[in-house]
């Protein structure tokens, strides 16, 4: 059953004041990549790298985020949505709360991507962890491949199931051609400004 008689309640306390006390700006840094492209490690690199300039962060991770809040959720095209839906107003709630949020999702569908977007407006940064199909699934971290190839997991994207190519992200990184350390000098480079911003 849908919410019904529900009002936005305002608060004495608001985003642009937290981001006074923290003295960055919020964002979610949306990680988009096939399985194995480096989403997860980049995106921890970079956490590490923010933490250490004192800036307040958190990661949603795909697998984290399954065995909690979305564990209730397949993989069919209608589950993957919802469960990119329930992260982005998950992170549209961490960035009213001044946290740089940080997003590792294979999110391999545009349409999905838009809503994520539209959701939560210019706090969205799309990151394309950009490695080759050939890439991934030589390096299968997590043997997904492998069973994914013996049709043991059906809907695996990239063998299976379609990946969408992001079009225009914000930014994009080559995992198999850059260091773990250029792409979170890249990253950085882009996103300092904003997160000082009108402070």
């Not at 589950?79 to 992170?91: H, L």
Request: neutral net charge; glycine residues 6%; hydrophobic residues 35%.
């Amino acid at each position: 059953m849908k919410s019904t008689n529900v009002k936005k309640q305002a608060f004495q306390v608001a985003r642009d004041l937290r981001a006074q006390k923290k003295q960055h700006q919020s964002m979610v840094l949306w990680f988009v990549g096939l399985s194995g492209s480096g989403k997860s490690t980049v995106s921890d690199a970079l956490e590490a790298f923010l933490f250490e300039k004192h800036i307040d962060t958190y990661t949603l991770d795909g697998d984290n985020i399954r065995m909690g809040l979305n564990k209730d959720l397949g993989f069919t095209v209608e589950e993957r949505s919802e469960n990119i839906r329930r992260i982005a107003e998950v992170g549209k709630l961490f960035t009213d709360a001044g946290t740089v949020v940080l997003t590792a999702f294979i999110t391999p569908m545009h349409q999905d991507r838009q809503r994520a977007k539209a959701i939560l407006g210019e706090d969205y940064v799309e990151i394309y962890v950009n490695c080759p199909l050939e890439v991934c699934e030589a390096r299968d971290v997590k043997g997904l491949y492998a069973r994914a190839r013996k049709g043991e997991i059906p809907n695996f994207t990239g063998i299976t199931a379609p990946f969408e190519v992001p079009k225009n992200p914000d930014i994009e990184i080559k995992t198999n051609e850059q260091s773990v350390d250029e792409c979170v000098v890249q990253i950085w480079n882009t996103i300092k400004n904003r997160l000082t911003s009108t402070l």
